[in-house]
């Protein structure tokens, strides 16, 4: 059976220890491996390092796509895969040892589910301000090992490629430029029926990039988290359940924005985590009220 790699790029240096992170995967008896990279440089960028691993035993099948989305982007490395399996991992992650894709493998087969979502730890540099490591305000929330689950990123995921070519999901290009298309991607093949669970102990890891660790940044990040969760969630609600949503989102704003202003006087290590709770929750309420018409843009703008 045939694992394809579906990675997106655009002029990150990390790209080769992602590669050669991935090339080292020693897969169970029965599997096989491919590498589709699809760079988003105009300049093509990423091809120097991809064809680098062409003699290597695992194929890295290098693709350019130069339009500013990065929904249509990652539809890209789907349609260029062959694979039974399709697992995702960011070019600016690395995978934590050879096992990571086979720990993948083990429990989607196990658990007879469509997917897995494994575990990110992330780094900071050494310039990273303190209140940021101390906040660990970059960190992924981690499960249960085994725990089903209704969405995931695509930072690390492994997925049954027959709800692409067979059934026809995409990445929406509406969360192209925010992010968020990996949510909205796998909760709505949890909605058509789609099961998932959570891998511990597949893991891979990256260092937070230093252009990101600033206030406007993250809370940028927050203001789109809550953007996202009311189109891929919240909106599809209606009835008793869109106003209880409400009413949560409200209890929220409130709950955290008195947290927010009790621990001010402590300092951004102590009163930042609440405070970005707070715009999230915000955001939610302003997006139900007025609409997207204010979307943050994370990406395709450089």
């Given at each position: ?7 997106c ?25 491919e ?12 091809r120097a ?8 035993d695992?194929?890295?099948r290098y ?6 989305n ?29 096992q ?11 658990h007879e589910?469509?997917?897995v ?17 101390a ?50 991607f ?9 099961r ?8 891979v ?12 940044y993250?809370?940028?990040q927050n203001?789109?988290?809550g953007?996202?969760?009311h ?6 609600q209606?009835?008793?359940a ?14 955290y924005?008195?947290?927010t ?7 951004k290590k102590?009163?930042v ?12 309420l ?5 609409g997207n ?10």
């Amino acid at each position: 059976m045939l694992v394809s790699i579906c990675m997106c790029t655009y002029k990150r240096a990390t790209l080769e220890k992602t590669l050669k992170s991935i090339v080292a995967q020693d897969l169970p008896q029965g599997f096989t491996l491919e590498v589709v990279v699809v760079d988003n440089d105009v300049e093509e960028s990423g091809r120097a390092v991809c064809e680098k691993y062409q003699s290597q035993d695992v194929p890295v099948r290098y693709f350019a796509n130069s339009i500013r989305n990065l929904a249509e982007v990652r539809n890209s490395t789907m349609e260029n895969a062959n694979g039974d399996l399709l697992a995702f991992i960011d070019d600016d992650e690395w995978a934590s040892d050879n096992q990571w894709l086979s720990r993948m493998i083990t429990t989607l087969e196990k658990h007879e589910v469509d997917g897995v979502f494994g575990k990110v730890i992330v780094h900071y540099p050494d310039s990273a301000p303190e209140w940021i490591v101390a906040g660990d305000l970059f960190g992924k929330d981690s499960h249960a090992h085994g725990s089903s689950q209704k969405k995931g990123a695509t930072s690390n995921a492994l997925l049954k490629a027959h709800w692409v070519k067979e059934k026809g999901f995409r990445f929406d290009p509406f969360f192209g430029k925010s992010g968020g298309e990996d949510t909205d991607f796998f909760h709505r093949i949890y909605k058509a029926g789609g099961r998932y669970v959570y891998d511990a102990h597949a893991v891979v890891e990256e260092t937070v990039e230093t252009d990101r660790l600033n206030l406007d940044y993250i809370r940028k990040q927050n203001i789109r988290i809550g953007q996202t969760h009311h189109s891929y969630l919240w909106s599809k609600q209606s009835g008793i359940a869109y106003i209880k949503t409400g009413l949560f989102v409200l209890a929220q704003i409130a709950g955290y924005g008195v947290l927010t202003l009790l621990h001010i006087p402590l300092g951004k290590k102590r009163y930042v985590r609440w405070y970005l709770l707070f715009v999230r929750n915000v955001e939610k309420l302003k997006t139900a009220i007025a609409g997207n018409r204010n979307t943050v843009e994370l990406y395709g703008n450089k």
